[in-house]
Nanobody, 124 residues
C-alpha cells in the first residue's frame, strides 16, 4: 500500500504563491495517475491537475497558466506550484493516486488512495 502526505498549504493574499508537496511512501508502482483535488466548503471535490507515470499532465481550465503540476520520481514527491492565487482557490487540497492505470476519472473518487489534505486560504 502507498501512503501520501501533503504539505505546503497556508494563508496568502490574492496574487500570492504557494507550492504544495505530496510525498509518497510504501509500495511503489510503475504505472499510476496522480491528481491534486480541492474541496471548498459546501462544494464538491474537483480535480485541479493530474499527471501520470508517463509524465503527461493536465490542468483544470480555471487554473491553466497559474498552476503547474510536476513530479520528482527520485524523491517520490508530487508538487503543485500555485501562482497568482485567487480567493476562489481557497479550499482543502488533497493529493491522490490511482495505481495500475494512467487514467484519473474525477467521478471515481473511491478508486483513489488519498492523503490527509492541506488547507489553502486566499484572502482578497
Amino acid at each position: 500500500q502507498v501512503q501520501l502526505v501533503e504539505s505546503g498549504g497556508g494563508s496568502v493574499q490574492a496574487g500570492g504563491s504557494l507550492r504544495l508537496s505530496c510525498v509518497a511512501s510504501g509500495d511503489t508502482y510503475r504505472t499510476y495517475c496522480m491528481v491534486w483535488f480541492r474541496q471548498a466548503p459546501g462544494k464538491e471535490r474537483e480535480g485541479v491537475a493530474q499527471i501520470d507515470s508517463n509524465g503527461s499532465a493536465r490542468h483544470l481550465d480555471s487554473v491553466k497558466g497559474r498552476f503547474t503540476i510536476s513530479q520528482d520520481n527520485a524523491k517520490n514527491t508530487l508538487y503543485l506550484q500555485m501562482n497568482s492565487l485567487k480567493p476562489e482557490d481557497t479550499g482543502m487540497y488533497y493529493c491522490a493516486i490511482r495505481i495500475a492505470t494512467t487514467t484519473c476519472p474525477a467521478e471515481q473518487l473511491a478508486s483513489y488512495i488519498w492523503g490527509q489534505g492541506t488547507q489553502v486560504t486566499v484572502s482578497s
